[in-house]
């Protein structure tokens, strides 16, 4: 009966910190910035700008609210960890650039041109964003409640699985992305076991992103190759360049992402980051 009422505490948690931040971004998206485009006359371009820096500190605020009011504690995962970060940029970059590089070098990508970096910086804001709002979603809310009810084992494979069911709208899809991007769920949450921090796990999430973009690369099925600053053609099988769907559903990077996720939980498991790996609720 105890367990029981554990695993209810834990769903009810999730229940109401995911209610938190769709209420947050709704209300904000939907009532507030169409008040604030409207009373400061905000064009197109600043309007822009505003909704996705509001957005971003809605999230973050959403979620420390969630944490102080409801769990009652500090949210030390939203502590400014610079060296962490900064290793995590590189990681990122390097994590999906070594599936990039064998690409190029194999004759499956070919660069074409350098275009410049004037329409990088909008695309860039939007990956940041977006990246931020998963990670609070997915490992913030999803794994570290669903660890805290059913371990680290089982909440790796849960959510990582959520997470991939949850791209398969994307454009390009195809039956090895839930693969691929359950996968990417998986390394993420692996970052986060490691690190403890959402912002180091958003940054190698980022510039994972970016490292795609900026190469003129489609983007888990995003079309921003026109504003990217390198461009980049594809040649070859869908299974060896990703198709529309971009590097990520590439067979070079599925073997990529399993040596990466193998590493993390190595680390995790050395620098006891894992507290629950034997998979039972503590």
Partial sequence: MHKSRFLLRCFLKLCVAGACLV???TTYRFLLHPLIESAFSLGEHASSIVRRTNMFVVVVVSYWAFVHYYERRAAQELSLQWRWIGLAAVAG?????VTILVLYTTGH?????????????GILATIWIAAVVEEVAFRGILFRILEEGIGTRAALV???VIFGVAHLANNGAHWITLLSVTLAGLMWAGVFIVSRNIWVTAVHHCCWNATIFMI???LSGENWRA??????ISRGSVLWTGGAFGPEDSLVNIFVSLAICAALWRLARRTDSAPKLSGKAG
Wanted: aromatic share 12%; charged share 5%; hydrophobic share 45%.
């Fill in 93 to 97: 970059s390097l994590s999906i650039g």
């Fill in 216 to 218: 003129g690369l489609p």
């Fill in 109 to 121: 990508y070919q660069l074409m041109s350098f275009r410049g970096f004037g329409q990088a910086i």
């Fill in 227 to 232: 504003q990217a600053p390198f461009e980049t």
């Fill in 158 to 160: 849960g959510s990582a």
């Fill in 23 to 25: 209420a947050a971004i």
